[in-house]
């Protein structure tokens, strides 16, 4: 009897060994297979955070201040035109940001970006000649002075200053850009760019894009200061007689000036198609990607500008002494604008990509153009395109399993 007993233990401890070993395999291929999909997951975070810059060259179009100052004589040729140092700025340094987020064991993205931007443009160019004063000689005819004949004689120099003829051009300009981005996408793996060897995102989302800019000029000039010097019998002798010489000028005095602000606003749909192509190394180790895009939107919105400008001439003939002018003053001109308008927008980039698992290092080129959605105009409307293009560089974290 304890023999069957014994033989019945043996039977059940050789039933437990057995079930111990069974579930511990069980739960070594449960943990190696969790730590298998994490690894896999590991390799595609859910969520990145992008933050970068731009250096970009900026198209802006404005109208040119051509003041046209009336009865007043053409500038000297010796100076530069005021349109040479007027216009906006040629550079901005940008600062973006995007997040993306991409649900676990899914091909669709959800994105939000945004780009931001100012830069200003200010000069002061002044422009003159440089004249010498010179000395000129008058006769005095007196009866007796100081013990010297009567007669004419060269008695008194005087040293008349020269005044230079001018030029003067202030001219401040700055602009503000920033584009807001919402987008929903998907990886639709078209051929060599979708699974594991790269990616192909097409998205479609909504856009918004604001820019404003404000103008300063202030012109000065003097094209023609002249000095003019002749005899008159009349003028006071200081106790002498004979012949005197009076002193005169002629000169134009210009002013000019404009101050104008314009302003876009608008939102629309936006559609974008990105890709990514790996050509070298891996995620494991780094791995370079050659990446590329283009995007297009339509947006609605409104345009507006306030432009007021003025032009005041005086011209001071020779016979006139002290502060007498002959002025003529154009009506000062205001301008206010404002209209609805459609923008279409297209743009692009190009660049290549260095990445980990869950880092990634961005260096490329890319340009946005807005399609007449500024005022340009002065004294009507005219509109202008706007545009961004220029190198970039991002670096992006990859947050989550």
Do not use: C
């Amino acid at each position: 009897m304890s023999e069957l007993i014994q033989k019945n233990d043996n039977r059940m401890t050789i039933r437990l060994k057995l079930l111990t070993g069974a579930s511990a395999l069980a739960l070594a291929v449960y943990v190696s297979s969790t730590a298998s999909v994490h690894a896999e997951g590991a390799d595609h975070p859910q969520l990145w955070i992008e933050l970068g810059g731009q250096l970009s060259g900026l198209s802006d179009g404005q109208g040119t201040f051509s003041p046209v100052f009336p009865n007043s004589p053409a500038r000297p040729s010796i100076f530069s035109p005021s349109q040479k140092f007027d216009g906006p700025p040629r550079f901005s340094i940008d600062e973006e940001g995007k997040l993306s987020f991409q649900p676990d064991g899914s091909d669709w993205i959800f994105s939000a970006s945004v780009r931001y931007g100012r830069s200003s443009r200010n000069r002061h160019v002044h422009q003159q000649t440089q004249p010498q004063s010179f000395t000129k000689y008058y006769y005095n005819s007196y009866a007796s002075y100081a013990g010297q004949p009567p007669g004419r004689h060269k008695h008194k120099n005087v040293r008349i200053p020269q005044n230079a003829k001018f030029a003067d051009t202030l001219a401040q300009n700055s602009e503000r850009h920033f584009v807001l981005d919402f987008q929903a996408g998907k990886d639709v793996g078209l051929g060599m760019f979708g699974g594991r060897d790269g990616s192909s995102v097409v998205s479609l989302g909504v856009r918004f894009a604001q820019f404003t800019s404000k103008s300063n000029i202030a012109l000065k000039s003097d094209p023609d200061w002249q000095f003019y010097y002749k005899y008159n019998a009349n003028a006071p002798n200081y106790g002498f007689t004979g012949t005197k010489f009076v002193l005169g000028s002629t000169y134009h005095a210009n002013q000019a000036s404009l101050r104008a602000t314009r302003s876009f606003h608008g939102i629309g749909p936006s559609i974008s198609w990105s890709a990514s192509a790996p050509f070298a190394g891996g995620l494991q180790d780094g791995e370079l990607t050659f990446d590329w895009g283009i995007n297009a939107a339509l947006l609605f919105g409104r345009q507006r500008a306030k432009v007021h400008h003025q032009t005041t001439g005086r011209y001071h003939p020779a016979k006139y002494q002290g502060h007498a002018y002959i002025t003529s003053t154009n009506r000062p001109a205001d301008q206010q604008r404002s209209r609805s308008v459609t923008v279409p927008n297209v743009g692009g980039f190009a660049g290549l990509s260095f990445s980990y698992s869950d880092a990634k290092l961005s260096l490329g080129y890319r340009a946005d153009f807005f399609l007449n959605a500024v005022d340009g105009g002065i004294e009507a409307r005219k509109s202008e395109n706007r545009g961004f293009f220029g190198p970039f560089a991002s670096i992006s974290i990859g947050l989550g399993d």
